[in-house]
């Protein structure tokens, strides 16, 4: 067969996945810091010296005064974009506190702001999370749940992965009886490349729990977050 014609042929359902469900995530990756210390690290040196190929490759004179500094600085933004592969979810969520005494519904964060990068063409992906989870019995300090959004917002990422790796990292360390991630966000490798969209956004929301098996309690997370927006 045509290879063309073969690679647009539908799936047929003997090609799906026999399981339905996500894969489960490595905890490795949700829980610690994910730098590995089995993968030694560049020198500083070398970082900026591939800085400075890619500068030439672009057909720059990496030698001009106006990019004398960048390759430094590009190396110091990218230890400040990438900084989550040295933060451990873990240690974020770690303290909690217990003076909840008679609190009985979820809690939710709205409107956290976040860039991360995608993983696919190292370009910016902005947009907000909305994470609501329903302790028991222990509550985690609000601004917790923005730090970890950072922590995974800071590594190379796809959307999904990123909504995975939130809800997975609440569920695990805190336990609660369920959690709900929603992320909306932009695409600049969609909207400034490729195919030039502007102003698209890309939803992705992962439930566990009572807000998997509740779809009551979800669609009142969906209208909290989105009913009362703006
Ligand atoms: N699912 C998913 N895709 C993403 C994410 N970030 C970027 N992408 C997509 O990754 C895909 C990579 O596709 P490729 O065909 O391998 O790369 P490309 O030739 O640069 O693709 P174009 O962006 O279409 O020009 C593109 O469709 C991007 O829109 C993400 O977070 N999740
Ligand atoms: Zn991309």
Redesign the pocket.
């Known amino acids: 067969m045509d290879a063309t014609i073969k690679s647009i042929r539908p799936n047929k359902p003997s090609d799906r996945q026999p399981e339905s469900r996500p894969a489960e995530l490595d905890p490795s990756e949700f829980l610690a810091a994910a730098v590995r210390a089995d993968q030694p690290r560049p020198a500083r040196a070398d970082a900026e010296q591939a800085v400075k190929t890619l500068l030439a490759y672009i057909g720059e004179n990496t030698n001009r005064e106006g990019l004398l500094d960048t390759p430094r600085r590009v190396v110091e933004a990218f230890d400040e974009l990438y900084q989550g592969y040295h933060q451990c979810p873990a240690e974020v969520l770690d303290r909690t506190f217990g003076e909840t005494a008679g609190y009985d519904d979820f809690v939710l964060v709205r409107d956290i702001e976040f860039t991360s990068q995608?993983e696919?063409?190292m370009m910016p992906?902005y947009g907000k999370a909305h994470i609501a989870y329903t302790p028991v019995e222990r509550v985690v300090g609000l601004s917790k749940l923005a730090r970890l959004t950072d922590i995974f917002a800071r590594r190379l990422?796809?959307?999904?992965h990123m909504t995975a790796q939130i809800a997975a990292a609440i569920d695990e360390i805190l336990k609660p009886r369920g959690v709900a991630v929603l992320i909306e966000a932009e695409?600049t490798?969609?909207s400034v490349r490729?195919?030039a969209k502007h102003g698209a956004s890309t939803f992705t929301s992962r439930f566990t729990g009572m807000f998997r098996d509740n779809p009551a309690e979800q669609a009142r997370f969906l209208s909290l977050v989105r009913g009362l927006q703006r």
């Open positions: 995608c696919h063409h992906f990422q796809t959307q999904e695409h490798c969609m490729g195919v």
